[in-house]
């Protein structure tokens, strides 16, 4: 299944060099890809999941407990079980802020010991992860009582701001929102519990998460 999305996406992303004006085909294909990536890890969730009675990672106990401040924190045992789900590291950042995708990042538990997580070009809406309110929490990829899974979010672009400001999104390190026109968010990928995934334009999206330091997640 995931060898057939990335031939799909690979397709499409031909298609559309070719046929969208020049300015505009660098930032559709990135678009595209990201959604293919999104829609890859929404798949080894759930791939994971149902050896799991459909309980997702996070709320396992064989990952061990899940440490994360901010949406974008996945903790490396729960990585690491995406990673044998076939999501390769790549996958896991968005290629409109390809730039997140370094050392500091993806082992930025190296340098926060009190943290095992990998910051990651994605936010996750799943169980343990302090800065998400129980609510947003997704426990299973049945039901959890929010919406049915054809509604309820699973994973999302990096949509956030400091006080405000969309081009920094500012903890231990400095980061920006994906997909910016100027300085606002043209939008973002969203992935839901079915696997399915869409745009969502940024005029769609609401402030739903609010963590330290003035930072809060739209989606």
């Known amino acids: 299944m995931t060898e057939m999305l990335v031939v799909i996406t690979v397709v499409a992303i031909l298609v559309i060099l070719i046929f969208s004006p020049q300015g505009n085909a660098g930032e559709k294909a990135?678009?595209?890809?990201?959604?293919?990536?999104?829609?890859?890890?929404?798949?080894?969730?759930?791939?994971?999941?149902?050896?799991?009675?459909?309980?997702?990672?996070?709320?396992?106990?064989?990952?061990?407990?899940f440490i994360g401040q901010w949406p974008w924190d996945m903790d490396t045992n729960v990585a690491a079980e995406v990673e044998k789900a076939g999501v390769t590291r790549e996958v896991l950042y968005c290629p409109s802020n390809a730039d997140m995708d370094d050392e500091a990042h993806w082992n930025f538990w190296k340098y926060a010991p009190a943290s095992p997580v990998r910051v990651l070009g994605y936010i996750f809406l799943i169980k343990k992860s302090n800065a998400s309110s129980p609510g947003r929490w997704r426990i299973t990829m049945l039901s959890d009582q929010i919406a049915p899974p054809s509604d309820a979010e699973l994973s999302a672009d990096a949509v956030a701001s400091t006080d405000g400001d969309y081009t920094r999104i500012q903890g231990k390190m400095a980061d920006r929102t994906s997909h910016l026109e100027g300085t606002r968010p043209a939008g973002g990928n969203i992935a839901f519990e079915d696997g399915h995934g869409i745009w969502r334009p940024f005029g769609d999206m609401k402030h739903r998460i609010r963590v330290n330091n003035g930072v809060v997640w739209d989606y």
């Not at 595209?32 to 997702?56: K, Y």
């Open 30 to 65: 990135r678009r595209l890809q990201c959604l293919s990536n999104l829609r890859q890890i929404a798949s080894a969730l759930q791939q994971s999941s149902d050896g799991n009675c459909a309980s997702l990672l996070g709320d396992t106990t064989n990952t061990g407990p």
